[in-house]
């Protein structure tokens, strides 16, 4: 089996043949570089990201092993991690420090995931295309005259320019799917209350998810299956079982299985390469139903 890019950047941390201080310092150093065009990012910690790159590096060399050990991540601006500021994408909040981590993070981080900084957003997560952060708007990494998609504008672009693998936004009525589908990124909104939202500013409490983002399904799965779980500090908040066999995603068969395309889809108002697109696809999958 061929590698994936995520199997071959968690074998090469275990292994020694990487670090997690270097790999944090790329991810900086790609950051710098890219900011200027970009604007995903409103806060980053050089010196904090370093440390807890080294402290990750420790545990790997002491033989500790985890999905996440040693992996940079990028964080929404309206998650809590203890000590950085939470900006939820608006001067109003400017100054406000988070006094403790939204469970999530803290997750993260106890599973030895390493933070750059905190993603650009649309104000209060009240927008679905990334113009209307109080920073300015967040540019479309394959094209910068392009909208990125919101209101996770920050969180998807972070992880399609490369500045991390994973990365955390937040769902209300499509805050990482859109922007996911916007710059080809995998991004969840999970079923509601497998995720804590503790921690979380909220848009609108009763509908909102924390939505993980990664380049794969494998690796969104290894981050999903470190924060997935009960949080008594979230009353909505559900077990998920057996959500370890999601450390190490296994491809599926999909064959026997029956794959809908709603009518729907097909209404008033699509675009015609919207269109062709649904209706090429559609062929393939029928013969490898049966393959």
Known sequence: MVSDAWTELRRDLDSGALSSESLAAQSIQHVEAMEPKLHAMTFCDKDRTLELARA??????????????????????????????????????????????????????????????????????MGSSGEFCASGPTRNPWDLDRVPGGSSSGSIVSVAAGYAPFALGSDTGG????????????????????????GVTAMASSLDQ?????????????????????????????????????????????????????????????????????QSAAPPLSSRQSS
């Open 175 to 198: 805050s990482v799917r859109l922007p996911g589908s916007f710059c080809n990124i995998t991004a969840l909104r999970p079923t509601y209350g497998v995720l804590s939202r503790f």
């Open 56 to 125: 990750a590096d420790a545990r790997l060399q002491n033989g500790e092993r985890g999905p996440m050990l040693g992996i940079p991540i990028v964080l929404k601006d309206n998650l809590h991690w203890k000590g950085a500021p939470v900006g939820n994408g608006s001067h109003i909040t400017r100054g406000y420090q988070a006094p403790y981590n939204a469970t999530v993070v803290d997750r993260l981080l106890k599973a030895g995931a390493i933070p750059i900084g905190k993603a650009a957003m649309d104000e209060f997560a």
């Open 210 to 278: 924390v939505g993980p983002v990664a380049r794969s399904a494998k690796a969104l799965a290894a981050g999903f299956s470190v924060i997935a779980g009960q949080d008594p500090m979230d009353a909505t908040s559900a077990n998920l079982p057996e959500i370890e066999r999601l450390q190490d995603l296994k491809p599926l068969s999909i064959k026997g299985l029956r794959i809908g395309i709603p009518r729907e889809y097909f209404g008033e108002g699509i675009a015609p390469a919207i269109r062709s697109v649904l």
